[in-house]
């Protein structure tokens, strides 16, 4: 079997789950949009997906990404950036993607805003360390909404919500509670910032538990792409 054929195998497989799931959960048919995480792997994987019809990515990797981002130019991807921000590397962050899903510094949003120059604005998301791991970047969940109210008032900006990568677990019910806690937090901050419509949370091994709490927009890579190689660099 080609690798195109594995790949778009892969996505018809991770769209049935996904439809499972807000039925099992009582979400609106098509309500979480997939984002395939497309980090490491080659542009072919990419291309082999897009056949296929989805058209947002997630990328980890800057230097990679802009390499994917100008190849596929014109072909009405969207690209969202998921990895860690260096405040150094804001700029190219700011000019090349449409969602960027991990700031967790009010330093790094004005960066970004000052540097978006595009028609549209750039559209972010707020990284809560919902189970407050040493190990993981994000807001603390007590110092969540002070950022977002600071965020949502920068002028090249759109706030969108919040992103979260709970503590990696295999019961059901224990991915469940970290991704209920984050969507507390969500709708408590969504009644003084009512126009936040993202909650990104849910991987290839948490999807199910994490669209049962209201997740709007899940974020997988190895269920669609096989295994990554780990990354040197
Ligand atoms: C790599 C990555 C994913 C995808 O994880 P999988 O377990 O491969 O589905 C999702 N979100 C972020 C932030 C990642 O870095």
Same mark, same amino acid.
């Given at each position: ?6 790949? &778009? ?21 098509? &309500? ?155 709708? &408590? ?14 991987? &290839? ?14 974020r997988v890579g190895t269920a669609i792409f096989g295994q990554r190689a780990p990354k040197i660099s």
């Amino acid at each position: 079997m080609s690798h195109d054929q594995d790949a &778009s195998r892969s996505l018809s497989i991770v769209r049935h789950r996904l439809a499972q799931a807000e039925v099992k959960f009582n979400r609106t048919p098509e &309500s979480v949009c997939l984002l395939a995480v497309s980090k490491t792997k080659p542009i072919e994987d990419i291309r082999a997906v897009m056949a296929a019809g989805q058209r947002d990515f997630g990328e980890n990797y800057l230097n990679e990404a802009l390499g994917k981002i100008e190849q596929l130019a014109g072909q009405g991807c969207c690209w969202h950036f998921i990895g860690a921000i260096q405040s150094n590397k804001t700029r190219p962050l700011a000019e090349n993607f449409d969602w960027v899903h991990c700031v967790d510094r009010l330093k790094i949003a004005q960066r970004l805003s000052d540097q978006r120059k595009d028609d549209d604005l750039l559209n972010i998301c707020i990284q809560v360390n919902i189970d407050e791991e040493q190990s993981k970047a994000g807001v603390l969940p007590e110092e969540t909404k002070a950022l977002c109210l600071a965020v949502a008032q920068l002028p090249r900006l759109k706030l969108r919500g919040l992103m979260a990568i709970p503590r990696a677990s295999e019961s059901f019910e224990e991915q469940r509670d970290s991704c209920r806690r984050l969507r507390e937090l969500f709708e &408590s901050i969504q009644r003084e910032l009512p126009d936040m419509d993202t909650l990104s949370v849910g991987m &290839s091994g948490d999807l199910e538990a994490a669209v049962a709490e209201g997740s709007t927009m899940v974020r997988v890579g190895t269920a669609i792409f096989g295994q990554r190689a780990p990354k040197i660099s």
